[in-house]
């Protein structure tokens, strides 16, 4: 089945900020931040093709892969932004930078990294087994693999039951997301590595981590950090992988002051 972006929605006014959301999830993650945002910026939280209420297409053979993914959103906003992405969102912000220069005034990456996998080089990431016990058991327990992962990104977080019960309760308010959008956002994950296409990123970035993120290790943001040239990293402190939902007022914060700055 081919997956298709096409919905956001969109409040406020002044400079445009879109919003982009993690594996598995949708746009109505950001909502407690992109309301406070909405008072300084023009705002934007989409849902990923086959997400949320983005529909399944047949007719309009495309994949999901990271390039289709950017490609869709570069023709929906053609104007200059502030793209901010968070964990898978993030790789999707990092490539659209690449890829579409002229349409990323700033890039703001949320608990992500340029490969999310353990490979030769490469310690600060997840096992490659893990993602694939993850795609295995969505074929058998869709819904509770989804909430394992869940509990995965939490682990360690201040707030973590709080946060928790947040995303549990979000996670299926928008419908339940396309078997086939997940199992292409794991091979997303499993397979794409941009650390050497770093270097070309010429957005001010701004890298958001959580201190105690498990799934997204802080090397990989100081990493993300070191090797953009207009990089500069944010750590808040007690989060882990959802910052944005643990500790919104000190992201609200950091992302005002950039985009401000």
């Known amino acids: 089945m081919n997956l298709h972006f096409d919905h956001y929605e969109s409040a406020g006014s002044g400079s445009p900020l879109l919003l982009i959301h993690g594996w598995g999830m949708h746009g109505g993650m950001w909502k407690n931040v992109a309301d406070r945002l909405a008072q300084h910026f023009n705002v934007y939280a989409v849902d990923l093709p086959g997400h949320g209420y983005s529909s399944r297409e047949r007719e309009l053979n495309r994949e999901f892969t990271l390039d289709s993914i950017v490609d869709q959103l570069s023709e929906q906003f ?143 943001s100081q990493y993300l950090a070191t090797q953009i040239p207009a990089g500069r990293l944010a750590t808040i402190e007690g989060a882990a992988h959802a910052p944005f939902l643990s500790h919104p007022d000190e992201f609200v914060r950091l992302l005002r002051n950039f985009m401000e700055g």
């Open 78 to 220: 053609d104007e200059p932004l502030t793209v901010c992405g968070w964990s898978l969102g993030g790789q999707v912000a990092l490539r659209w930078a690449l890829r579409h220069p002229q349409q990323v005034e700033r890039l703001v990456m949320v608990a992500s990294t340029p490969c999310f996998v353990r490979i030769d080089g490469w310690r600060y990431a997840l096992s490659v087994e893990i993602l694939e016990e993850f795609a295995a058991s969505l074929q058998h327990h869709y819904a509770l693999t989804l909430k394992r992962f869940l509990s995965l990104q939490l682990r360690g977080s201040e707030q973590e039951r709080e946060v928790l019960a947040i995303l549990r309760d979000g996670l299926f308010s928008r419908g339940e997301p396309e078997l086939s959008a997940l199992q292409s956002g794991l091979e997303i994950l499993r397979d794409s590595d941009l650390r050497s296409a770093l270097p070309e990123v010429g957005q001010p970035t701004l890298v958001l981590a959580g201190e105690r993120d498990t799934l997204i290790p802080l090397q990989a």
